[in-house]
């Protein structure tokens, strides 16, 4: 990874601003990073955020409790509306996750350097969303308790999973990306668990760090190994990121419902996951460099990066939307075009307009250089798109389902404050982890950020010029 | 460590680098010289130096694919076995054997069990978790995850001999060159 030949047009592709700014060191790099993990002091910005976290966490232990103890009638949920926000949310947070194993993965394949400070923290994200993700489904299924039926275990009942069913398919997909997520991660974790051990002075520390470091010691046979794993593992979780949500999509596309029975749903989601999951690594990243300091590492140059990774999935998402209304139109099929006036102008006309707004019309001021150079900008932006890519998720869902092709069972969603309660506990128990992530675990990964120095950078002894290209 | 016989015994000899290519040279050099017996240890991945310590042979994309394969087949066998012998149910008139049906499951065990290969593999031919080895003894070794480079002659080595194998290191360009006990 090391002796990638620069491009001659490097410089003038890469806008000129460098991945990392000029200056660093093999050591600063470490110390920089290592130095917001290892501190005695915590940040008091941490304590506040991370409270308020917590305290979302427990309003979403409440509401699982309730949940459980009630059941599934304390939401807005009953026939024809089913699935409404449990699904919704599931959905949503398994496409933020996207975003993650595409930085580190795909971008990792594609020999996209600029990546390397931000896949950590990236993974991390993923790995938070399918923890949010995976809840749902699960506390949806009623009987939340016997949600291990789902597995293919011999029982005592004599029976075996419906393996043709896309919920099972759902099952082994999301299972399997949330190991495979956990494995890259880790793995991805171990030299800087070792720095980490060699640089804790506490005791403490040391033990705990250098038990997760599995005693790595950096010798270069295992150096070249680790290579070799990092890639293979960024090629098969490649597919995997694509089939999970295209398996995500089969939930609805395999079912005869209008609205649903589509063949574009599987790329349409996939492009859809991609966008709302950049947008919440721009939601985590622009508050992270400012807080921590780390404008350094994650320069304007990434986010601009990012900013263009939205526009084009986005543009993606809004040909989906296109193709929806045209396919409604061209088939000359009533329940098809029913289903999409429906969309534009029945009851949930103003989410479904929402939505176009948030996730067509904004994003297109990402066209313009001075947008993607404007770091409040691009937050408030990667709010908008999350928020447009949740409504597009609850419009597929609730839209198709509320009327479908006998107006004598029809019916009306209206969520309830235990819907909201768990949305928005799931929303504190994702940035509470994340809160924990930053403040025990590196956010960037130390030694990738020094695979991007020069190396004749010798660390804080140097006297060496500096002779980084500039 | 100089005097001759109180001596515990002795690991090797690591020598410390200030940069990458400083060490790169160094291996060249050392294995041009005979040494076998050697590791160097970075802060990060350096390609050129498991060539030069003349480390060929990566078993581990054969093991991933023998995971994958085995997931491949697992999955797909747990699937058969399960819809056509064991608990044969029609849905919706498809046939026992629905093949296309079974695809996405089989997609995901194949990638599942490849990764685990992938990881368990790694730690397996790395012989980790190995909570303490001998080249944790070295002095600065901690640096390693920061910022030096090392380069450590065994004593197992056929060729070694404390005195001239300090020598030599010492002629390498090395900052230091310490003793490792074992």
Redesign the interface.
Known sequence: ???IERHPNEQRLSDSIPVIAPGH???SV??KISAIVLTHRTPIGWFIGAGIAFALTMLLFVAVAYLILKGTGIWGINIPIAWAFAITNFVWWIGIGHAGTLISAILLLLRQRWRTSINRFAEAMTLFAVACAGLFPVIHLGRPWLFYWLL?YPNTM???????S?L??DV??VS?YA??SL??W??GLI?DL??L???ARHRFGQIVY??LA????????????????SL??AG??T??VV?VHT?VS?DFSIAILPGWHTTIFPPYFVAGAIYSGFAMVLTIAIPLRKFYGLEDFITERHLRNMAKIMLATGLIVGYGYTIEAFMAWYSSNTFEEFMIKNRMTGPYAPSYWSLILCNIIVPQLLWFRRVRGSVPGLFILSLVVNTGMWLERFIIIVTSLHRDFLPSSWGMFRPTFWDWATYIGTLGLFTALLFLFIRFLPMISI??M??LLP????????AAPERRPA | MTTGEQQPPLYGLMAEF????ALIAA?RRAYEAGYRKM????????????EA?G?HR?A??LI?LIG?LMGTIGGYG??YW??VI??P?N?GG?PFH?WP??I??T???T??C???A??L???A??G??????P??NAPN????????FFLCIEAADPRFDYERTKDFLLHLNAREVTDVES
Do not use: C
């Open positions: 990874m090391q002796e060191t093999f050591a470490t110390d293919p004599s029976i075996w999973p419906n393996f043709r896309p099972m398919w082994f997909a399997t190991t495979v494995l890259f880790y793995v030299p070792a720095t051990r060699d640089r250098g038990m599995l005693g790595w010691r950096g010798s270069a046979i295992h150096w070249n190994r680790y290579e070799t794993a293979l593992l098969l979780a597919p995997l089939s398996v089969f030694f990738e020094r695979t190396r004749t950078e010798t660390g804080e002894h140097s | 200030e940069n990458p290519d291996t590791d160097a240890y970075t802060p990060f991945p350096i390609e050129e130096l498991s310590l480390f990566n581990l994309p991933v994958g747990l699937l399960t819809s064991d608990y149910i849905v498809r629905s049906a079974f996405p499951i997609f995901e065990t990638v599942l490849a990764a685990l992938a990881v593999g790694l730690l031919l790395n980790l978790p190995m909570p303490h080895h080249v944790f070794f901690a640096l390693a995850s920061r910022n030096k």
